[in-house]
């Protein structure tokens, strides 16, 4: 049985190819460019993977996303559905999502940005912001991470309400499901977080009717994927006042080009897709722990599923 392995960038993926071989005796632990017998590659651990690279296996038993999300497995034309998609998740991760989010939504609670603004300028102005009670926060996506991203700001003391595709109950917490419960959930929202996967109902759903229906001043921290925003719509939302603030965390295009407007809009902070970094050293004692325990159980508790889209 052989592990073959894809971060994009060579370097990286060497990286992963040494731990995995240390973490996974016995096995054969390859790049995906240098695979060995095809026949005998049993999982393919990647991230974004070349169109028609997983197909060329055919006795291929999961494939492993490095990352909560899948989309970027099934960006593929070639993938055939029926090959089970492992996530890579882990307490390490969940934890570093959730400070991010506690880190942005408390910088837009207390108008951080504002207050850099007047620092570069000299200008001493103390700014008075609510308590965190009579701050309304929304979180849309609630799977497992973004239960724990509300429950996270919850606990901080804001009023927050979350939204997902289906019913879901989390203590403390005012939930709102489906497709016609989204527009009174936005009107209640004053910083918005969205955590959602993205598929193709979630693909451009932070547009200028959703992002219009939310109060004005608000701001948007956006963790989930950049193919959530119709960037259009989002700078257009900033530029007419209706929204104060933008924290970008995912682009449609990854890195963010050089000349993009997201990088010098006075309103919107880019952060490099780090909100849950998933660094070598944790991700693949994560990545190998999920491959014996698949192999073991024959499956796993937060298995994705292909046709769903996460």
Known sequence: MSVVVYLGDDEETRDWVDRLRRLLPGRDVRPLDDPGAPEDVAYAVVWAPPAGAIARFPRLRAVVSVGAGIDHVLRDPELPRHIPILRTTGPEMVQRLREYVALHVLAHHRQLAVTDANQARGVWQQIVTPPAQRRRVGVMGLGHIGAQCALTVAALGFDVAGWARSKKALAGIETFAGPEALRPFLARTEIL??????????????????????????????????????????????????????????????????????????????????????????????????????????????????????
């Open 193 to 310: 977080v969205c955590l959602l996967p993205l598929t193709s109902e979630t693909k451009g759903i932070l547009n200028a009717g959703t992002l219009g229906s939310l109060p004005a001043g608000s701001a948007l921290i956006n963790a989930g994927r950049g193919g959530h925003v119709v960037e259009a719509d989002l700078l257009a939302a900033l530029d007419s006042g209706h929204l104060s603030g933008a924290t970008l965390d995912v682009f449609q295009t990854e890195p963010l080009p050089d000349r993009h407007p997201f990088w010098a809009h006075p309103k919107i902070r880019v952060t490099p897709h780090i909100a849950s970094y998933i660094d070598p050293g944790t991700g693949a004692g994560v990545v190998a722990e999920n491959i014996l325990r698949y192999e073991a159980e024959g499956r796993l508790p937060d298995m994705a599923d292909a046709v769903r889209g996460y």
